[in-house]
Structure formats: structure tokens, C-alpha cells
């Protein structure tokens, strides 16, 4: 994952969870560099660990009434970050300690036939 100033710094890894239909949810320390970064520019280029396939999106916070409904997906996705159950994701969001995002995307295939992400039209 890179930002749009991050040219050179390489990629960050992150805690993620894909959500049907077309939601990439991202979860990372609220006081960070990458979580100031998208505060102030929330571009991100998602791309697929050892592959070269990427994709161009922005990122918007998510609060815990927007999370709940998707807690057992996510608390799976980030068990060994510490939200391994609702109420753990829950403090987490609502203690400001964690900031869970959202990338909207929808699957198209590319000229290889592999699944790539796409953002989503939001016209």
C-alpha cells in the first residue's frame, strides 16, 4: 500500500479484510504517518502481496455503527491485531486508538483473465 507522497518509502503492510459487495476494510493505528497521510490526502494504491497487480483508491473512515454489521468478517480479518472479537474492535474505534477505513472497489477482469480491483463509480 503507498501514498500518493509515498514514492520511495516502499509499501505498507496492513491488517485488511475484504467485504462482498466491493469493500477492502484496512485497520491501522490511528497515530501513525500512513493514518495522518490519509487525514490529509486519502489516495491509497492497493496492491495484491507478490504480485505487481494494483489499484488506485480513496480511503474513508469508518466509525463502529458503519463496522457492526460486518464484525464477524472483520474480527476474523484482524483477530492477531487485537479486534478478535466485536467489542475488542469496538473500543478499539471508539477509544480512538484504532482507525478502521474503507476502500470501495468492484471486479473487473484484465486482459489475463485474473480478477483485478477497481474502484467504484461513484456517480
Sequence with gaps: MSSRDGAGRGTVRMWFAV???GYVYLLTLTYTKK???WRED???????PGTKAS?????TAVDWEEA?????QLTT???MSGAATAEA?????QDGSRQLLKVA???SPDSDGVAAVQPEDRR
Aim: proline share 15%; charged share 25%.
Design 35 to 37: 493514518a495522518e497521510r
Design 77 to 79: 480479518s484482524f483477530a
Design 55 to 59: 489499484q488506485e483508491g480513496v480511503v
Design 68 to 72: 457492526q454489521p460486518h464484525a464477524p
Design 19 to 21: 467485504i462482498p459487495p
Design 89 to 93: 474492535l469496538r473500543w478499539m474505534l
Design 42 to 48: 486519502p489516495w491509497v494504491r492497493l496492491r495484491i
Design 105 to 107: 472497489v468492484r471486479r
